[in-house]
């Protein structure tokens, strides 16, 4: 097949699903606002800063592949998709405002005065535009399908790595232990009550950077923000956590690679972390960490399943049970290979089959 992907940022989920399928002998393609980790294994990229020229990319890529796939946020993608061509058009849904807050709390929101942001327009028009549909869990899935009353096909694919991602050799890298965690991180005042992205609170770390230290627990934040430029974040986490500068994708895993845990969750519960399976959960399998959840109740569901970790009620819990980490890492290993994406990318391309003949 020949299949485009079109996304703003590309994060690395796209060229998870992109790069097994180029291997599997598609011809894949992307359009974007920026060139992404691994480019060079695209047929094509088409670099996209401007609305504008997303629209005459897909008018020119419409002439020749047989399915674009979408990738959130932002959504818009499908609309100018459906108004230029009738090729299929598929929704990867990364994410979304629906899962950032519960419907009660946007009520309770609404009653202080403020205008929280959780069925978000852009969202719900084009979720219901797309021909079919990709979740990254079931339990985010079922929330998004039951509140825009999609009726489309739809699959459930985690965001696994591809194999050539998986750590096995470890550089001149020094062991440094404590517990990691990778991903965005905010500020208090950037997910305050009553500002639009207060949803995100669930990425804010510094009462778990405070308690961390308080016990002794080495706190590692590979955060993706620049700090020498990140004035407010670098002083507000420095005195708590160690801060790592950013990594490019492909030498991420080795530097994760070196800690004792992989944090999923946060010590305050959040509906986001209930029902998430992020990237970093399969970031840490191919770094072979050891993951421990913290109020993250799906994340939780496959560790237990699969023996890759530990569940704990807190930090103080985890400080108890520091040692298993030995133990889990052995258990990981044996079996992380289950999580390989081209174990499962045949689900995506038979996904495919139902709109490409």
Known sequence: MKIAMVAAHACVRVQKIAIPLIERGHEVSLISQKIP???????????CPTARQFLKAIEVYAKHVDIFHCHNEPSWFVTAIKE???KPV?????DTYLTRLKPDEETELQKKGHRP?????????????ADGLVFVSDPFKEIIINEFKLSQPNITLPSFLPDFLYQYQAKRRNWIGGLVYEGRVDLP???KEGSTQHGFRYCDYIKLAKQARGIGIDFHLYSGRVLETDVEFFDAYKDFAILHTGRSYSHLMESIGRHDWGLVGNIDPTPQWEIALP???FEYIAAAVPIVAINAGHCAEWIEKYGIGIVVKDLHELAERWSEHTEMRK???RVRREFIMQKH???MEDFYGKFVR
Request: proline fraction near 0%; include cysteine; hydrophobic fraction near 35%.
């Open 90 to 94: 598929i929704l990867d849904v990364h």
């Open 189 to 191: 005042g950037e997910t």
């Open 345 to 347: 990318i045949g689900k």
């Open 279 to 281: 990237n970093k959960f």
């Open 117 to 129: 942001l959780r069925v978000s327009f852009e969202e719900r028009n084009n979720f219901q535009l």
């Open 84 to 86: 230029i061509t009738d």
């Open 37 to 47: 980790s691994f480019a060079d294994q695209y047929d094509t990229i088409c670099e």
């Open 331 to 333: 258990r990981l290993i």
